[in-house]
């Protein structure tokens, strides 16, 4: 796989409100800049079949989390993949046009971006 991840590469994504998460969801973490500041926000994510047969992937075994990372002046989100140690870790980058279309594909709107409604 390369290094670029699209949305394609996640079956979904929801916010994560109260603690309820589904046997194939893996805690994530996106943290994120809006007009008054930087915010993380914690949700779950489901991985497609190709990213978690990435052979770096497969190396970490379990993945424990995941975060998304946005970067400044629009550059590529970075995407870390952790296992359960958090020692070591897999980075990709997706382009911010790949993960609003994530956000837009799962209904999510960012806490802090406009048409935000809390759960």
Do not use: C
Request: hydrophobic content about 45%; charged content about 20%; aromatic content about 8%.
């Amino acid at each position: 796989m390369p290094s670029i991840l699209t949305a394609a590469d996640f079956l979904s994504l929801r916010i994560q409100y109260k603690n309820t998460r589904a046997g194939n969801e893996i805690p994530a973490v996106i943290e994120h800049n809006f007009k008054d500041g930087r915010m993380v926000d914690h949700y779950f994510v489901v991985p497609g079949p190709a990213l978690l047969e990435d052979e770096a992937v497969r190396d970490l075994g379990q993945i424990e989390n995941i975060l998304f990372l946005q970067q400044p002046d629009g550059a590529p989100w970075q995407v870390l993949l952790h296992e359960p140690a958090m020692i070591r870790e897999v980075l990709f980058e997706m382009p911010e046009a790949e993960f609003r279309a994530l956000l837009a594909n799962n209904g999510v709107i960012l806490p802090g971006e406009p048409g935000f409604v809390m759960p």
